[in-house]
């Protein structure tokens, strides 16, 4: 009788050995990518259009390395991105790092605070033309500006605009 009361124990006992077994299983080899998060965090805006963050992703995470171009004898390569929205013009220094890009998107979608500025300082007028341009230095973060040509009836007028909604 004794040992039919040790019976379960000893089941338990066996089946927590058999987890343990199952719980070691190996994992495949995982290879982290390191992106430049200090570019993508001086460029990053809420609102920005997706168009805009997809192609600034690939530009982070572009691997100089591993291009056909790549020689350890120069110190910069230059490499364009586009899209049918705009382009970007990277400086990558001969370890891969990003040193700064120059960026233009024609006719994106306009964060709110620009939008509002405009409403607000040119009621009667429409927005006909928009230019976004980005210029990134590693150093200094990222400058963004908002070229706008409005339009009322037959006059047009061009403004500039911050990602604040500033007028500049």
């Known amino acids: 009788m004794k040992m039919y009361n040790r019976m379960p124990l000893l089941c338990a006992f066996v089946l927590g050995l058999g987890m343990q077994a199952m719980a070691q299983e190996v994992l495949p080899e995982i290879t982290v990518k390191a992106v430049r998060y200090k570019y993508l965090s001086a460029v990053d805006q809420k609102e920005l259009a997706q168009p805009v963050k997809l192609l600034q992703k690939q530009a982070a995470e572009y691997d100089v390395k591993q291009s056909d171009y790549y020689e350890d004898d120069y110190d910069t390569y230059f490499i364009s991105f586009f899209i049918p929205q705009g382009e970007i013009l990277a400086a990558y220094d001969k370890d891969g790092k990003l040193l700064r890009t120059a960026e233009k998107y024609k006719n994106v979608a306009l964060p709110k605070a620009v939008t509002k500025a405009v409403i607000d300082r040119f009621p009667q007028w429409n927005i006909a033309e928009d230019a976004y341009m980005v210029n990134y230095y ?31």
């Open 138 to 168: 590693e150093e200094s973060g990222a400058k963004k500006i908002y070229k706008l040509t409005l339009q009322n009836g037959d006059k047009r007028l061009k403004v500039k605009l911050n990602e604040k909604g500033e007028f500049i």
